[in-house]
Nanobody, 119 residues
Framework: VQLQASGGGLVQAGDSLRLSCRASGTTDDIYSIGWYRQTPGKLRELVADITRDGNINYGDFVKGRFTISRDNAENTVYLQMNEVKPEDTAVYYC??????????????WGQGTLVTVSS
């Protein structure tokens, strides 16, 4: 599985931004796909993910500001970020968890896209 993320950039506090992540390869094996973020000196944390069954998890800090969605036909997952805050500044990574037909588990990461929120 290959993940191509896009959509990061410089925005102002209160603005909206949408990140996209397109998956390619053995996408039928993807169980869940979503976004993590990381800032220097901190662990990578879950922003949001969505399973093939449509179950969604959000990080506690999202608090209704972000929405994850999935276009299965395009193998693309989106993260709509509204009311962004300076503390949302981070590198955002697309992640896919894969379960093969042999019940083997793999995790894949995209290259990361930088989101910078100015105050």
């Amino acid at each position: 599985v290959q993940l191509q993320a896009s959509g990061g950039g410089l925005v102002q506090a209160g603005d909206s931004l949408r990140l996209s992540c397109r998956a390619s390869g053995t996408t039928d094996d993807i169980y869940s796909i979503g976004w993590y973020r990381q800032t220097p000196g901190k662990l990578r944390e879950l922003v949001a993910d969505i399973t093939r069954d449509g179950n969604i998890n959000y990080g506690d800090f999202v608090k209704g500001r972000f929405t994850i969605s999935r276009d299965n036909a395009e193998n693309t997952v989106y993260l709509q970020m509204n009311e962004v805050k300076p503390e949302d500044t981070a590198v955002y990574y697309c992640n896919a968890d894969v379960v093969t037909s042999d019940d083997e588990y793999y995790g894949y990461w995209g290259q990361g896209t930088l989101v910078t929120v100015s105050s």
